[in-house]
């Protein structure tokens, strides 16, 4: 069983950033995929970015060139530097853990993190 642990949300003003991290716990074994989702008020959880133990990266067209996923593998710790935040960004921020790379079912879920961009 692995718990995800996610801090680093917030309240942050148009065009600033934040940084998310997401530990999880319970874990001594190198995972595979980790990841961020978001879901936006009345909205379908939608995938942010993931990035693999080797560093393979995979980021949404609406994040690119904004957010930089990233990873410490010796912790198991994944992070999302996000920079020129949006008000669309506004959401709450999900951690993903796919151990073995098996998808839906197979993966665990952090409990979120409230990211609004507003004036």
């Known amino acids: 069983q692995v718990r995800l642990v996610e801090s680093g949300g917030g309240l942050v003003q148009p065009g600033g950033s934040l940084r998310l991290s997401c530990a999880p716990s319970?874990?001594?074994?190198?995972?595979?995929?980790m990841g961020w989702y978001r879901q936006a008020p009345g909205k379908l959880r939608e995938l942010v970015a993931t990035i693999t133990s080797g560093g393979r990266t995979n980021y949404a067209d609406s994040v690119k060139g904004r957010f930089t996923i990233s990873r410490d593998n010796a912790k198991n710790t994944v992070y999302l530097q996000m920079n020129s935040l949006k008000p669309e960004d506004t959401a709450v921020y999900y951690c993903n853990a796919d151990p073995y790379g098996l998808g839906p079912g197979h993966d665990y879920w952090g409990q979120g993190t409230q990211v609004t961009v507003s004036s």
């Open positions: 319970g874990s001594t074994f190198t995972i595979y995929v």
